[in-house]
């Protein structure tokens, strides 16, 4: 009447013993398991291979065991058993029996897993959040310094630029600014995606006029960081004078 399996096996793995729960958990009938073997009941060889080593431990060793044990059914059901395996000593002393007892734990073992893989992904996710922190900084310190480098520039030569150069650098300020706009806006997107409160819907860019874009403004960047560091040593000198 337990509800455990318990299960008795010689040292050549046969059954010796089994239980109605037992019997029952495999879908058969007590006689039919006595002098069966893991094998016969359509269990994977390598898992037959370690409960037979489980079992000469017990029997060989003399010692008791606790293990959970991951179980293959001849349906491809995967369960898991709580097993205890202590050695049965015969009337003159030598241990040739292991009395097995097992508690089927697949449902809290399948919460456990559920709970790691949960906590994997929250990690992943972490990381990930974290990563996107990063970039975005990153991202926003960019134009700022664009931003800071072109009006330096403006700054200490206004009077030495044209109307036009004026001009292509107070656009290249707007510039930035839509850029960071742009970047708030991606942000935006990103939480309105992870809400799955977006549609993909691909759309064709022209790759070449980003890539020129993307040397342009560097280009300019680097301009302006010259022509700013000039102005600092020029202020230096004169300050020395």
Known sequence: TSPSMIFIKDIEGHFVFVNSAMAAFFDTSVDSLI????????????????????????IVGGETISLEERLTLGTGETCWLQTTKVPLSSEDGESVHVLGISTDITERKQAVIALEQALTKEKELSKMKSSFVATASHQFRTPLAA?????????????????????ARLDRIRGQVARMT?????????????????????????????CRDIIDDFINRRIDFLLRDLADIIKRVDKFH
């Open 147 to 167: 931003i800071l480098a072109t009006t330096e520039t403006l700054t200490n030569y206004w009077d030495r630029l044209d109307a036009d150069k004026i001009t």
């Open 182 to 210: 742009g970047l708030m806006d991606d942000v935006l997107e990103l939480s309105r995606i992870q809400a799955n409160q977006v549609r993909y819907k691909p759309e064709q860019a022209d790759l070449d006029g980003l």
């Open 35 to 58: 002098g069966k073997t893991d094998a016969d009941l359509n269990i994977p060889p390598h898992e037959v291979d370690r409960f037979h080593d489980a079992d000469r431990r017990v």
